[in-house]
Structures are given as structure tokens and as C-alpha cells.
């Protein structure tokens, strides 16, 4: 199962392919048929684990794309349309994508690191300095966490804004990426900084000055780590995709990360499908976050419970949790996980929906989506080759 899932990977991974870079899916849907940063960088990240040239260079035409049409104020698009000659840029929806820049970074550094190319790195240095100067201005206060809006990362129709984990870890791993070339002390102050806001204010029992101590004393950790907070107080829910980032990045002490990733691991055994929900535990009707959450949606609402963002369990996501446990030598668990990706995948003949109903195992959202093709590709070589992510 595990070959065929791989090679099935491999080929949608392909047919994703276009002169501009990696499309979201290989079918003509909504606006799927584009070059997305975020999934452009982890369609990348996988076709650098795989060795495939043909691949690596889509991944290289994605990141051609994302730094040609850069704001001139630094923000990458959020996804760059391929039909016409004349590229129609989005730099987001509702809100702008915060992450677009961080995984752009990443992309460029990821594949300098795997091409062992410090030219590379020099050839984006402007885009990627313009990246860092916005990134600073984004934090408003200049307190070292980005504040981020609401709809403003992968999650766009969910509920996280504020403070949002996912963001501060994705923008750590950024610099640390950056600076293994430029070797900055000024950067090295930066992540330390960064780390030190998280664990203070995200991290229990923490020790040092909160942004909201008020609000922060209210918070019970019982979820693991809270997945955002803003002026109006914590939320809670348990964000799968900053979890797997965080014990990826190995921040806050060994216990923490012990009780972590045993948290995650049986949060996902107890699942229909074996996989870690996105969000958990769904938002329901009667919850005081329905409000916000029933209306952050420019089309139609997803948000069901149990699908989607409000509890939904993705391929992608799952797959950084399978890395997580592998930086921590959990190689039975992450092999359990990437079992369970490939039968996810596997439905429907080899469908690759973009996410499933935890507690129905439906499929839910686009079909022949490339990143979930992208999660067993590089969990896969991570488990069974010497591939390894520049941390």
C-alpha cells in the first residue's frame, strides 16, 4: 500500500506541475488552479524529499512566481493565477495571508539547502529582506509576535486571530532558515526573542511579563497549547499544524514536549481515520465562537463540525505531525500516521481530498489536492531515505 500511495503521490505531484510552478489541484476548480505560496512551498518541500528533478524544478518555477510578484511593500501573494499572460495576483481574501511570506522564506532556504547553493539564498536576498522588514512592522507593537487578522493564514475561515501560534513558529523557523546562511546576530537575537515571547505567553506555568496576564490566568492548559489570544482573551482549541510545528522546532522543555506529542498522538488514535483533527474539539452551535465563526466565509460556509477547519482531519496537516514525531524518534507512531495518510489519500480511488469528517471519515473539499499528495511524498522519504529539513 505504502509504494502504490507513494507513487500515486508522485504522479498527482506531476500533473500539479505547470511552466509557473505547482497548482493546488490537478482539477479546473474555483480558484485551485493556481500557484498558492503555501502549498507551492510544501508541494516544494516534498518534491525536494523525493529527488524527482522534474519536481524540484516546479518547485524552483514556484518560487520564480511568488518573488516576480511581490508587493513592492514586501507581501508574497497568496496565489498567483496561471491562465492568462497577464498574472492576476491575490495577496488574499478577506484578509491578508501572513503566511505567504514565512513559507516563502522557507521555500527559498529549503531548496538552497538542499541544492547546498548559497547563491541561491543571495539571488532572493532582496525579496527576502523586504519579507523581514514587514514581518517586523506586522508585530505593531514591536514586542516580537506578529499580530495577525482574522482569516490571515492556511486556516482562512476559522476563528484564530491575534496572536496566532501557527504564525510565530512558522515565522522561527523562517529566520532560523535565513540565518544558517547570512549567520546574523541580529537575527539570532531576533529568534530568541520570538521563542522567549512564545513560551512566556503560550507555554503553562510560564515565568515572565504576559501580553494579557489577565487573560492568560484564565487559561486552563488542558488541550495542549492555546491556539491564539488577542485583546479579547484566549482561544483554546488544540491547533494540530502549530503543535507539529512547534515539537518540529523543539521549543519549551523535554517534558513539555513528551506530554505534547503523547497529547497529539492519542488525540489521533482516537479518531475514525487515525489522523489528527486540524482543530479540536469542533466549535458547535451552541458555542459561544459559532458567531464568529458562521460568518468568516466569503462563499459558502465549510465550517461544519467535525469538517474542514472545525475539527476536519487533512492529509498535509498530518503530515508535519508524522515529522514531528520522527524528530523525537517516534518512528513506529510516525509510521502509524503515514499508514493512515495513504488510506485517506487512497479513497475514492486515489482521490486525494483536501480534508475528511472526522467523525463520518466522509471526504470533504477538492479532490486531487496536491498537498496531501505532498504529505506522504516527503513523511514517506523521511521515513525510508536520509531526507532531512533544514530546522
Same mark, same amino acid.
Given at each position: 500500500?505504502?509504494?502504490?500511495?507513494?507513487?500515486?503521490?508522485?504522479?498527482?505531484?506531476?500533473? #500539479?506541475? %505547470?511552466?509557473?510552478?505547482? $497548482?493546488?489541484?490537478?482539477?479546473?476548480?474555483?480558484?485551485?488552479?493556481?500557484?498558492?505560496?503555501?502549498?507551492?512551498?510544501? #508541494?516544494?518541500?516534498?518534491?525536494?524529499?523525493?529527488?524527482?528533478?522534474? +519536481?524540484?524544478?516546479?518547485?524552483?518555477?514556484? +518560487?520564480?512566481? &511568488?518573488?516576480?510578484?511581490?508587493?513592492?511593500?514586501?507581501?508574497?501573494?497568496?496565489?498567483?493565477? /496561471?491562465?492568462?499572460?497577464?498574472? !492576476?495576483?491575490?495577496?488574499?481574501?478577506?484578509?491578508?495571508?501572513?503566511?505567504? /511570506?514565512?513559507?516563502?522564506?522557507?521555500?527559498?532556504?529549503?531548496?538552497?539547502?538542499?541544492?547546498?547553493?548559497?547563491?541561491? /539564498?543571495?539571488?532572493?536576498?532582496?525579496?527576502?529582506?523586504?519579507?523581514?522588514?514587514?514581518?517586523?512592522?506586522?508585530?505593531?507593537?514591536?514586542?516580537?509576535?506578529?499580530?495577525?487578522?482574522? %482569516?490571515?493564514?492556511?486556516?482562512? !475561515?476559522?476563528?484564530?486571530?491575534?496572536?496566532?501560534?501557527?504564525?510565530?513558529?512558522?515565522?522561527?523557523?523562517?529566520?532560523?532558515?535565513?540565518?544558517?546562511?547570512?549567520?546574523?546576530?541580529?537575527?539570532?537575537?531576533?529568534? @530568541?526573542?520570538?521563542?522567549?515571547?512564545?513560551?512566556?505567553?503560550?507555554?503553562?506555568?510560564?515565568?515572565?511579563?504576559?501580553? @494579557? !496576564?489577565?487573560?492568560?490566568?484564565?487559561?486552563?492548559?488542558?488541550?495542549?497549547?492555546? #491556539?491564539?489570544?488577542?485583546?479579547?482573551?484566549?482561544?483554546?482549541?488544540?491547533?494540530?499544524?502549530?503543535?507539529?510545528?512547534? &515539537?518540529?522546532?523543539?521549543?519549551?522543555?523535554?517534558?513539555?514536549?513528551?506530554?505534547?506529542?503523547?497529547?497529539?498522538?492519542? &488525540?489521533?488514535?482516537?479518531?475514525?481515520?487515525?489522523?489528527?483533527?486540524?482543530?479540536?474539539?469542533?466549535?458547535?452551535?451552541?458555542?459561544?465562537?459559532?458567531?464568529? $465563526?458562521?460568518?468568516? #466565509?466569503?462563499?459558502?460556509?465549510?465550517?461544519?463540525?467535525?469538517?474542514?477547519?472545525?475539527?476536519?482531519?487533512?492529509?498535509?496537516?498530518?503530515?508535519?505531525?508524522?515529522?514531528?514525531?520522527?524528530? @523525537?524518534?517516534?518512528?513506529?507512531?510516525?509510521?502509524?500516521?503515514?499508514?493512515?495518510?495513504?488510506?485517506?489519500?487512497?479513497? !475514492?480511488?486515489?482521490?486525494?481530498?483536501?480534508? *475528511?469528517?472526522?467523525?463520518?471519515?466522509?471526504?470533504?473539499? /477538492?479532490?486531487?489536492?496536491?498537498?496531501?499528495?505532498?504529505?506522504?511524498? *516527503?513523511? @514517506?522519504?523521511?521515513?525510508?531515505?536520509?531526507?532531512?529539513? +533544514? +530546522?
Amino acid at each position: 500500500m505504502n509504494n502504490l500511495a507513494y507513487i500515486k503521490s508522485i504522479e498527482l505531484l506531476q500533473k #500539479c506541475s %505547470s511552466q509557473e510552478g505547482f $497548482l493546488a489541484s490537478a482539477n479546473n476548480i474555483s480558484n485551485y488552479k493556481r500557484v498558492w505560496a503555501r502549498d507551492g512551498v510544501i #508541494c516544494g518541500l516534498a518534491a525536494l524529499a523525493s529527488g524527482d528533478e522534474f +519536481l524540484i524544478n516546479t518547485f524552483e518555477k514556484t +518560487l520564480e512566481t &511568488l518573488a516576480k510578484n511581490q508587493h513592492e511593500i514586501g507581501t508574497i501573494p497568496s496565489n498567483v493565477s /496561471v491562465d492568462s499572460t497577464n498574472a !492576476e495576483v491575490s495577496y488574499g481574501g478577506l484578509a491578508g495571508r501572513v503566511d505567504a /511570506v514565512t513559507w516563502f522564506i522557507i521555500g527559498v532556504c529549503q531548496y538552497a539547502f538542499y541544492k547546498k547553493s548559497d547563491d541561491f /539564498v543571495i539571488k532572493y536576498q532582496t525579496q527576502i529582506e523586504k519579507c523581514l522588514s514587514l514581518l517586523d512592522a506586522w508585530e505593531f507593537n514591536n514586542k516580537h509576535l506578529l499580530y495577525v487578522p482574522l %482569516s490571515g493564514n492556511w486556516a482562512d !475561515e476559522y476563528i484564530t486571530d491575534g496572536y496566532v501560534l501557527y504564525d510565530q513558529l512558522l515565522r522561527v523557523w523562517a529566520l532560523k532558515n535565513y540565518n544558517n546562511f547570512v549567520k546574523s546576530e541580529t537575527i539570532t537575537q531576533k529568534i @530568541h526573542s520570538i521563542i522567549n515571547q512564545i513560551e512566556t505567553n503560550f507555554l503553562p506555568k510560564s515565568t515572565g511579563e504576559k501580553y @494579557h !496576564e489577565r487573560a492568560y490566568k484564565e487559561v486552563l492548559f488542558e488541550n495542549g497549547l492555546p #491556539c491564539s489570544f488577542s485583546p479579547s482573551g484566549y482561544k483554546t482549541q488544540f491547533d494540530a499544524f502549530a503543535h507539529a510545528l512547534f &515539537l518540529l522546532l523543539k521549543i519549551g522543555k523535554k517534558p513539555l514536549q513528551k506530554e505534547l506529542l503523547q497529547y497529539a498522538f492519542d &488525540l489521533s488514535s482516537k479518531t475514525k481515520m487515525g489522523l489528527l483533527p486540524a482543530f479540536w474539539p469542533p466549535i458547535f452551535e451552541a458555542d459561544e465562537d459559532w458567531n464568529l $465563526l458562521k460568518n468568516n #466565509c466569503k462563499y459558502e460556509f465549510r465550517n461544519f463540525p467535525f469538517e474542514f477547519h472545525n475539527g476536519g482531519s487533512w492529509a498535509m496537516v498530518n503530515g508535519f505531525f508524522g515529522l514531528a514525531l520522527l524528530q @523525537h524518534n517516534e518512528t513506529e507512531k510516525a509510521k502509524i500516521i503515514l499508514n493512515n495518510i495513504n488510506s485517506a489519500n487512497a479513497k !475514492e480511488k486515489f482521490s486525494f481530498y483536501e480534508n *475528511f469528517n472526522t467523525e463520518t471519515a466522509k471526504s470533504n473539499g /477538492v479532490p486531487f489536492c496536491a498537498w496531501s499528495a505532498a504529505a506522504t511524498v *516527503f513523511l @514517506h522519504q523521511s521515513l525510508n531515505t536520509n531526507f532531512k529539513l +533544514l +530546522l
